[in-house]
């Protein structure tokens, strides 16, 4: 069994969203930094021919300034992924009968019962956001059923493989990028101001004309503003910690002895801590959410 035929369809409804708010925010406040970047560059040469195309620079930015203002994509890009991550985390939990899923004493109408209660309040809060909840978004799918109905060993497999394994290559490709990514936005944030000062003394010594700095200027704000964006260091650091939590997760629920007469329970609790982990980093998702609503609703 595949994951794909596990999840629900606001899962990819609200994956999809996410998505596309993602690349719309990631193009649009690259289009914004590029025409700034242009602006101060040939807003720094000499000559009257050269102040129209700095004009259009800043003329195009604003106008990107009130789309990314008035569409806000990062709120669809946040909200659509904290969504999708609660549903699937919700999904699995019924699946493979972790945490308060596990019968006995729940038999499967109080799980199915718990589990619509528990998705209600998900959509709940995002009824009213950019992400459309379909018509039948309290679903519980057949594949979600059938594995419930597996016995132990068999929804150990699928969710080691399907879950644990596939979350945890995720996480740990995701830091080791963002590392990297954040790691050379460091190097620039250091060598710029470097090069900035350089130009500076030889413009002094008088040896060019051209006033490079306000353009080393804008290269220096706009890496550290797409570094904020993309948050390289703080993703790189909770990526990182939740693969070294799902790691060791993996290792106790392969080490979980089914003939065990509290085999289940003990699934169910490390089942829970292994949701737990990756649910940390989609609670960041939706603190971010809130921060950027209760921020455009002060503006």
């Not at 910690?241 to 790691?247: D, F, H, I, T, V």
Request: aromatic letters at 10%.
């Amino acid at each position: 069994m595949r994951e794909r035929e596990l999840l629900p369809e606001f899962f990819w409804a609200a994956d999809a969203a996410s998505l596309r708010g993602q690349r719309r925010a990631v193009l649009l406040s690259a289009w914004e930094l590029a025409l700034l970047l242009v602006a101060a560059a040939t807003g720094s040469a000499d000559g009257e021919p050269w102040a129209w195309p700095a004009a259009a620079g800043y003329l195009g930015a604003m106008a990107l300034a009130v789309v990314i203002s008035r569409q806000n994509p990062q709120g669809l890009w946040y909200e659509g992924r904290a969504a999708a991550e609660s549903v699937k985390t919700l999904a699995w939990k019924f699946a493979v009968r972790a945490d308060a899923y596990q019968p006995p004493p729940r038999s499967l109408p109080d799980a199915e019962g718990l589990y619509r209660f528990q998705l209600t309040r998900v959509l709940g809060a995002f009824r009213d956001g950019p992400v459309a909840v379909p018509a039948n978004g309290i679903e519980i799918t057949e594949a979600m059923r059938d594995l419930r109905g597996q016995p132990l060993a068999v929804r150990r497999e699928v969710y080691l493989n399907e879950r644990i394994r596939v979350q945890h290559d995720w996480y740990r490709s995701k830091a080791r990028y963002c590392a990297r990514a954040g790691y050379w936005t460091g190097v620039l944030g250091v060598l710029l101001p470097a090069l900035g000062l350089a130009l500076a003394v030889l413009r002094a010594l008088g040896a060019f004309t051209y006033d490079a700095l306000g353009t080393v200027s804008a290269v220096a704000a706009s890496v550290t503003a797409w570094a904020q964006l993309r948050q390289y260091r703080p993703l790189a650091a909770a990526y990182g910690l939740a693969a070294e939590e799902l790691e060791l997760i993996r290792l106790q629920l392969a080490r979980l002895d089914l003939e065990s007469p509290d085999a289940e329970e003990i699934w169910a609790r490390l089942a829970r801590d292994a949701e737990d982990a990756v649910s940390r980093e989609h609670t960041t998702w939706q603190a971010r959410r809130e921060v950027r609503t209760t921020t455009d609703r002060e503006h």
